[in-house]
């Protein structure tokens, strides 16, 4: 059987770099090197995980079990194409690359794909992230299960195909549903009306759905096809000067979904 | 000074009325009566409380402090004008229905809007949810903050006008949202993909807002103008037979609202 993971290597010190590589120290892992093109980022994680930055990818260390590629998108090809040790096992976090981009690097990648979003500052409970795994040998596969098992009780083995739609329904249950609350607090901070107001509504709504099917518990006028409060709502963002058009928009695909002859 | 509600009576048995009947009874109040057109509602929610229960507004008991309208907005009218005390306080429950539509029930009127998302069978914390009052007069007024404030420590007093703004900001907020859940739970489950997988995401997505002002926190990649990320997800959106207008048209508003120089 092959050894598990001891040592990794994070390349990369964003968001998602910073909260896994903490993540996987907090599980017993030893980070030995974070990389990042910027000494500030790299030596920013580096000193909080206690290990040392580099910022050239030919200074990456040799001994490590598992390098991760936790960059933007599009930066990946190019730290593939001069990843230094083709015999290792390098995995990227991408929800929305395919694992191929890797197969420059070496025969032996993969893909670690935890499904949150991230911020550098703000901590988080990975025992609850579903983290999505895939590797072109069988052999890495076990690995990174096991890995990936350390750190949760949600393991998926998901392929590249099926990653990038889990990332595209994650932009409408995340980035989609943040914008949604932007719009609210900047309504409301146009009339001096206090977010906090619509907090308690906005946590509501998401534990809703932590039981419930979304489209089942469905409310508010679009669904009931209240036209005259819709209208009322379209005069007031007239005068509020926009949104009228994202508020038709929506509303209109909500009774759209809720037809009954939906195909 | 006036005396504070004790007795009660509910004129609707939907979501508000059923969840807010059940709530105040909780706080010590008597529910003694309540009203719907339909005898089936009416006796459900009457038999919860414990009272009696009505389908004609001409039956409601004289001898109520307050009469609660959790009806329809369309329906609101009709009520105010068939209520048969017009000495009675007499409030509803809309938050985008003016308080002047109760003028015809008498001079004693006002609104008690609770700003939440209620469902007949969900159990919801009355007391993070804040509601909003308006009183024709001052003595009302007092009568309300009161009562309000034995269910809760947010009580906000709110002007027709403010409450409409707030509506509309919470169509976004709680409807709006829940739709783009519902639009992440049929990408996936068209797939044979568990939206289990997407939970984790959309509860930290709702916490994040708890103390971050949602437009400083957006992610994604609209925000940060990546088009190769967004043209892939628009071509498995195409190949899935539909959103991508409702991707494009968010995408547009993310990039437009992100832009310094908004006006």
Known sequence: MEKGIEKVVMIGAGNVGTRLALALKNCGLEIIQVYSRSLDSAGML????????ATDLKDLKAHADLYIVAISDD????????FPYPEKLLVHTSGSTSMDVLEDAGARHGVFYPLQTFSKEVEVDF????VCIEAAHEEDMAILKQLASRLTSRVYLVSSEERLLLHVAAVFACNFTNHMYAIAEDILTRYNLDFEMLRPLIRETARKAMHESPAGVQTGPAVRKNEKVMKKHLEIL???????????????SIIDKSKPEKS
């Open 238 to 252: 007239s005068a509020l000067g926009g949104y009228q058009k994202i508020y038709n928009f929506i509303s209109e």
């Open 46 to 53: 580096a000193r909080k995980l206690d290990c040392d930055p």
């Open 75 to 82: 930066a990946i090809p190019e730290v593939a194409e001069r």
């Open 127 to 130: 025992s609850q992230i579903p």
